[in-house]
């Protein structure tokens, strides 16, 4: 699909539309994030304030999940997403803009990835912090390649992917699917003669086959079963986390919503018959943005046509909000 729209430089598919929602009044302390994302005057500045600017980005896709043979749908998750965020209340403002959406058409996944890589790497090279709304799973190599495009050159840095989900997604494929983000990302990473530092949070052994456990084995993946995910194991969640933590630089974080029960996150393509706890997941995503290194964010597999009372994307909401410090 070709580019149609450019804000400040990031070439998008589609522009961010206009956001709405209930007005209790202008002042900031009535602040709802309709009122607040920043779409009409949207620029990229070089100088880098504290916090850094957000600027969401969707990446309208599920062609991967076709590939994969899941159910399709979440190329309307940004669009969810975006609904969800809006009237929820702004507390500690930071700058939050929409930059709108890649769109990926029909089976067009990997140019679609090359678009979302660049529009990432130029939105990180700007001073912001881009949380990439999804899209199928295989919105990471996209986003991904944009933060190693971005840290290239910096050959000492060593950069994480905290993965939280159900599924390890390190099939081996002739072609990107959602099952393949990171073993794609493994091959990348080897070619570039850099360390692979992949951790996963929320395994269900159940859906992963013999073949993806010795896969990770074989790649050097950190993981926890959900089993070990339970509230009454959070020490040792954040322990863990905190030991991945330390032995990277700058991290990439990916939230796969099938993570989650599906009592709590029916709208996804595969629902998690276990899953991990929402004050587990919601834990861990308050400790990384207090960690001081967290670069990247994306969350996917938001699938609002399986959705119920839009209860999955309320909570990807209210995980966005916390990690942004809103």
Same mark, same amino acid.
């Given at each position: ?32 994030? =309709?009122? =607040? ?43 969810? %997403? ?47 912090? !881009? ?35 159900? =599924? ?37 052994? !159940? ?26 194991? %959070? ?25 989650? !029960? ?19 997941? =919601? ?20 699938? !609002?046509? %399986? ?20």
């Amino acid at each position: 699909m070709e580019n149609n729209a450019s804000h400040g430089g990031v070439q998008v598919d589609r522009p961010a539309a206009v956001w709405g929602g209930r007005i209790d009044g202008d002042g900031a302390e009535h602040l709802r994030w =309709h009122q =607040h994302v920043n779409s009409d005057r949207f620029a990229l500045s070089e100088e880098h304030s504290t916090p850094r600017p957000v600027a969401l980005l969707g990446f309208a896709s599920d062609a991967g999940v076709l590939r994969n043979q899941g159910r399709t749908g979440a190329a309307s998750g940004p669009q969810a %997403l975006r609904a969800a965020l809006s009237s929820l209340a702004i507390h500690q403002p930071r700058a939050v803009h929409d930059t709108g959406d890649i769109v990926v058409l029909g089976d067009e996944l990997e140019s679609g990835q090359a678009r979302l890589a660049k529009a990432v790497s130029t939105l990180l090279d700007a001073g912001m912090m !881009p949380v990439v709304l999804g899209g199928g799973h295989e919105t990471a190599y996209g986003s991904f390649s944009g933060l190693f495009e971005h840290l290239r050159q910096q050959e000492t840095t060593r950069i994480g992917i905290i993965n939280l989900d159900a =599924h390890f997604d390190l099939r081996t494929a002739s072609r990107r699917s959602s099952g393949t983000p990171f073993k794609d990302i493994a091959n990348d990473m080897q070619e570039a003669g850099r360390d692979f530092n992949y951790a996963v949070l929320g395994i269900s052994e !159940p859906n992963n086959t013999q073949v993806l456990f010795d896969q990770a084995q074989a790649l050097g993946v950190r993981y926890l079963v959900d089993e070990e995910c339970g509230s009454s194991n %959070l020490k040792e969640v954040i322990k863990f986390v905190d030991e991945f933590l330390e032995s990277i630089d700058q991290l990439y974080l990916t939230i796969d919503l099938d993570v989650l !029960p599906a009592a709590i996150a029916p709208g996804v393509s595969a629902p998690a018959a276990y899953g991990v706890p929402l004050e587990v997941i =919601h834990a861990v995503c308050r400790h990384v943005t207090r960690s001081g290194k967290l670069a990247l964010v994306d969350v996917v597999e938001l699938n !609002p046509s %399986l959705d119920i009372d839009a209860r999955t994307a309320r909570t990807a909401a209210r995980l966005i909000n916390t990690l942004i410090g809103v």
